[in-house]
């Protein structure tokens, strides 16, 4: 029966995350706050009936968000909080993008994409990922917020997991809103940055800059790093970039920063790095619910990336004139890990 169980809950996947889609849009969790509240006043206040209000908070309490004490009262748990947009670590804006009906179009082609590789987005769009993202300003505002909420935990950690202290400039190519680097600047007052990304990318780092008292200590540069990336740095930091991108496009944006690299300088890349085998402890998978390698497929329909082994990095990093020096799980950030990267 355990087995049936696990299909059932993995068939109802989708389910789960539109009602996570519909609470956020709804600010169920925002209404409710830190107090018990009855669905009828929570409907009363999202502007819905009441009944298909109390449908959705016994939902979210199945799910682990709420809490119900008496019939139709209901509080929020340390989980369902993270869907309050007031909060600092909050993943409203993640949930948002995730359960967007853009990403998940592609979605529907996935068996497409594993029989021919092609990327799925592409043809039901008729443009690439980041192209559609170009021309959507209010959608482009939201994947940024999104991969700001998605980068906390690790701007948390990354600081202090290397040392940052023998290094006077780093560039975060690719670095969007700055949330990153603002982690690793904050952390080193001896150090300088450069925020380098697309106008895109870049639209939301002056404010994340002022926020954290950095705007004097860090520029901003627009730009390709198909083409380049800017001189003058002795270390430069990807979180999440390269994943995006198929092998030959990786080594472009290595050897692009291979180009700059001073002697003694050095190339961070914060991405997860795959076992060679699957995993196949129980444990393991509880604590990440397999989101790697639904994060990979999700590489393969809607950009033509993927995720990658440490035999994978090294390669690419080989080609672009790097050696891998060392690879270094993040634990309190899982699933990522720190690789370090220098010139040949």
């Not at 080989?318 to 370090?340: K, N, Q, W």
Request: with cysteine; charged share 20%.
């Amino acid at each position: 029966m355990a087995e049936r169980g696990l299909i059932v809950r993995l068939a109802f996947g989708s389910m789960a995350a539109q009602t996570l889609r519909a609470a956020v849009r709804l600010r169920v969790v925002e209404l409710i706050g830190d107090q018990q509240r009855r669905a009828g006043d929570v409907a009363a206040d999202a502007g819905t009936e009441t009944h298909p209000m109390l449908r959705l908070l016994r939902a979210l309490t199945g799910l682990g968000l709420l809490e119900e004490h008496t019939p139709g009262s209901f509080s929020v748990t340390p989980a369902g909080a993270l869907l309050d947009p007031r909060r600092p670590d909050s993943l409203t804006s993640f949930v948002r993008v995730f359960t967007e009906p853009v990403l998940i179009r592609a979605w529907e082609h996935l068996d497409g994409s594993v029989r021919t590789g092609d990327i799925a987005f592409d043809a039901v769009f008729g443009t690439d990922f980041f192209s559609h993202l170009a021309q959507d300003p209010d959608l482009s505002a939201q994947f940024n917020a999104a991969m700001s909420q998605a980068t906390g935990e690790t701007a948390a950690v990354l600081p202090y997991a290397f040392d940052f202290g023998r290094f006077s400039r780093v560039t975060d190519v690719g670095g969007g809103d700055g949330t990153l680097l603002a982690g690793v600047l904050a952390a080193h007052p001896g150090l300088t940055g450069v925020l380098y990304d697309t106008k895109e990318g870049l639209a939301q780092a002056p404010r994340t800059l002022e926020r954290h008292g950095l705007t004097e200590r860090c520029s901003l540069i627009a730009g390709d790093f198909f083409r380049s990336v800017p001189k003058g740095s002795d270390l430069y930091l990807m979180k999440s970039v390269l994943h995006d991108w198929a092998d030959a496009q990786v080594v472009t944006i290595l050897s692009h920063c291979r180009e700059v690299l001073p002697p003694g300088g050095r190339v961070l890349i914060v991405e997860p790095v795959l076992p060679e085998v699957v995993d196949s402890d129980a444990e393991a998978h509880a604590a990440d619910g397999g989101i790697t390698y639904l994060s990979d497929l999700n590489m393969l329909v809607n950009v033509g990336g993927r995720e990658r082994t440490r035999e994978d990095f090294e390669d690419v990093c080989h080609r672009a004139g790097l050696s891998l020096i060392s690879v270094t799980p993040l634990t309190e950030a899982a699933p990522f890990s720190l690789i370090e990267a220098a010139a040949d």
